[in-house]
């Protein structure tokens, strides 16, 4: 069975803060894609990033890092110097070996304050 | 390349109605899955279409169907309408629909049930 956690219900920062979500998975497949979405207000999910089992490279995008470490089995995300743009809920998803069902996360809602 | 689509984005029934939501994929894309977003369930999945045949079915009652097409876009058809199936509605299409595929998501059709 699949399993994803995003303990953090809400966070509330203000701006220029930096932030982490965290995302703790379960999986017992050995091939496995862990993603990021972001859900604004509007409500659409907006696609971040895809990691697959066999990449811990560590990714940066602009404001954005992923840390995803098998170790402890987490993908978490950091948002550098927070904007009020990035206030929005954001979910952690997996998908195992042939799965086509992705799990998600219950979202961590980010409210960024000016 | 224009993103899902879904129609409409906002809908308002009365127990005992029957609604139908659309969805048209990303040009190429031949999955199409459907989610129901709630607060205190967060995002669950629906059934999932692949050349117009249901692959994936999640856990919900048989007053939730849908359908593909050929040109891939999918209808959701929800009857006999209850209270608790006030919700947002999302479609996400991707290519194949099997892992590693990323999955990209519609705005939501925001169904409200009176």
């Known amino acids: 069975a699949q399993k994803v956690t995003q303990a953090q219900t809400e966070i509330s920062v203000v701006e220029k803060e930096d932030v982490t979500l965290d995302c703790v998975y379960e999986?017992?497949?050995?091939?496995?894609?862990l993603f990021w979405y972001k859900q604004p207000p509007s409500g659409e999910l907006v696609f971040l990033i895809r990691?697959?089992?066999?990449?811990?490279q560590n990714e940066i995008s602009g404001r954005y890092s992923w840390n995803f470490q098998k170790s402890t089995s987490s993908f978490n995300f950091t948002i550098t110097a927070s904007q009020v743009v990035d206030s929005a809920v954001y979910f952690c998803?997996?998908?195992?070996?042939?799965?086509?069902?992705?799990?998600f996360g219950r979202g961590t809602s980010l409210i960024v304050h000016p | 390349k224009a993103g899902v689509t879904q129609t409409p984005r906002y809908l308002i029934k009365t127990r005992g109605q029957q609604v139908t939501l659309s969805c048209s994929p990303i040009?190429?894309?031949?999955?199409v899955s459907w989610y129901q977003q709630t607060p205190g369930q967060g995002l669950q999945f629906l059934f999932e279409?692949?050349?117009?045949?249901?692959?994936n079915k999640g856990n919900f009652p048989g007053r939730f169907s849908g359908r593909q097409f050929s040109n891939s876009r999918s209808e959701m058809n929800v009857s006999t309408l209850e209270l608790g199936d006030s919700a947002l509605y999302l479609c996400?299409?991707?290519?194949?629909?099997?892992?590693?595929?990323?999955?990209?998501f519609g705005p939501g059709t925001r169904l409200t049930v009176l």
């Open positions: 996400a299409s991707s290519f194949q629909g099997a892992p590693p595929d990323t999955q990209y």
């Open positions: 999986t017992r497949d050995t091939t496995y894609y």
């Open positions: 990691r697959n089992s066999f990449d811990e």
């Open positions: 998803a997996l998908r195992s070996g042939g799965s086509y069902i992705p799990t």
């Open positions: 040009s190429g894309h031949r999955s």
């Open positions: 279409y692949f050349s117009e045949t249901q692959r």
